[in-house]
């Protein structure tokens, strides 16, 4: 479909305002990456992921409460001070940094992120707040490489089987979450999966596989609330699991 087709659709369907909104997001979206980064706050946690304009234009801003609210509320009710928590997946960083200043200066946080991009990331907000003497960071892919964004460079393997045993596990992994339960050997207390049911790792087979490793499903949500229609079609959800007397 021709831009100039499109233009005209959304134009007679939709309204100028509209017309005028999108056109302004995609000549942003187009050439964003190129102007100087700033620092920008997701879920309460400052990371460099902002762009000096982004709160000028219509659906960027450089504050975002809501940034991956589905996990963010799992760690402030699940995790305590001085747990262990292991993350798979590190994204920006902002779970590792909630989950570190909830454990306190007796637990530790071990990340793991198969990304070369992402590691970096996640490195440079681990700084930024102050926590990076309570996170330990690897550079490795776990369980199975099935969406890593950008190169993986050199990063390790690892198998779901030699993850460290932790109170908390969270797996934010683009579709490898089966794959990581099944091998893990670890009986943490609770475990927060994001679900990625276009890749594979659907809400349902997440539920069956922790409640066949006896846990008892406590919540379920979308992983984002400002993207719901989103994550609802794309299968995209944060289940929260514990096991009793752990």
Not at 8 to 13: P, Y
Not at 194 to 202: C, I, K, V, W
Request: hydrophobic share 35%.
């Amino acid at each position: 479909m021709s831009l100039l087709y499109r233009s005209v659709r959304i134009l007679r369907t939709e309204g100028i305002s509209t017309l005028l909104r999108r056109g302004t997001y995609e000549a942003y979206r187009q050439t964003r990456e190129v102007l100087p980064r700033t620092t920008a706050t997701y879920g309460g946690v400052e990371v460099r992921a902002g762009r000096i304009l982004d709160d000028y234009v219509p659906d960027f801003s450089l504050d975002r409460p809501g940034y991956e609210s589905g996990l963010t509320a799992a760690i402030e009710g699940e995790v305590e001070e001085g747990d262990r928590v292991v993350i798979v997946g590190g994204g920006w960083g902002v779970t590792a940094v909630l989950a570190a200043r909830r454990v306190g200066p007796e637990g530790s946080v071990t990340v793991y992120e198969g990304s070369k991009t992402q590691l970096e990331r996640v490195r440079e907000t681990l700084a930024l707040n102050g926590v990076s003497g309570r996170v330990t960071v690897e550079h490795a892919v776990v369980g199975a490489d099935v969406s890593v964004f950008g190169s993986a460079g050199d990063a390790d393997f690892v198998p779901s089987a030699e993850l460290p045993d932790c109170d908390v596990l969270s797996l934010d992994c683009e579709g490898a979450e089966l794959r990581i339960l099944d091998g893990y050997e670890g009986e943490p207390r609770a475990v927060f999966v994001e679900t990625h049911a276009f890749l594979g790792a659907p809400k349902a087979d997440v539920e069956e596989r922790l409640t066949g490793l006896g846990y008892t499903i406590d919540d379920v949500r979308v992983a984002e609330e400002t993207s719901r229609e989103y994550c609802e079609e794309k299968g995209i959800y944060v289940v929260t699991a514990t096991r009793a007397g752990a």
